[in-house]
């Protein structure tokens, strides 16, 4: 079974799928979702603005330790980068395993919303994982 991967990352949603063809047109699906949503760019904005501030605020302040400025600007731009990227990689990857749940549900495949527990096989469409009152499919 070839990987079908959203962004480089897999999505554990996708193995309930056995036809590759629909696995990559959810994640196609996904995608076109996902650029549709003005507040995930916001909160990318946010994300990034919160970082800066962080390491502006951590560079004043540790400069009175550490008298190097463009050390300190290069290991907080490092780090505050990263954890943008990171951020940013890990909203998009949560938002497009919900938004691939949602089609799943749609397309007959019992599986929770919330969590992604696989709800084959289980008598009642509440998520005996995380406890969410999935509707019916
Ligand atoms: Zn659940």
């Given at each position: 079974m070839a990987d079908v991967r959203f962004l480089g990352v897999r999505i554990?949603?996708?193995?309930?799928?056995?036809?590759?063809?629909?696995?990559?047109?959810?994640?196609?699906?996904?995608?076109?979702?996902?650029?549709?949503?003005?507040?995930l760019w916001l909160r990318m904005i946010v994300f990034f603005v919160l970082?800066?501030?962080?390491?502006?605020?951590?560079?004043?302040?540790?400069?009175?330790?550490?008298?190097?400025?463009?050390?300190?600007?290069?290991?907080?731009?490092g780090v505050g980068g990263g954890g943008v990227m990171w951020l940013v990689g890990w909203t998009l990857r949560e938002e497009a395993r919900r938004i691939i749940r949602e089609q799943l549900r749609a397309r007959g495949v019992p599986i929770c919303i919330r969590c992604g527990y696989d709800l084959r096989g289980s008598p009642t469409p509440k998520c005996p994982e995380c406890g969410f009152d999935n509707p019916p499919v």
């Open positions: 554990p949603e996708l193995d309930l799928v056995d036809d590759e063809a629909e696995r990559k047109a959810l994640v196609k699906h996904a995608l076109r979702r996902l650029h549709a949503r003005p507040t970082i800066i501030g962080f390491a502006v605020v951590m560079s004043i302040t540790l400069r009175r330790w550490l008298p190097d400025p463009a050390f300190v600007g290069g290991v907080l731009g």
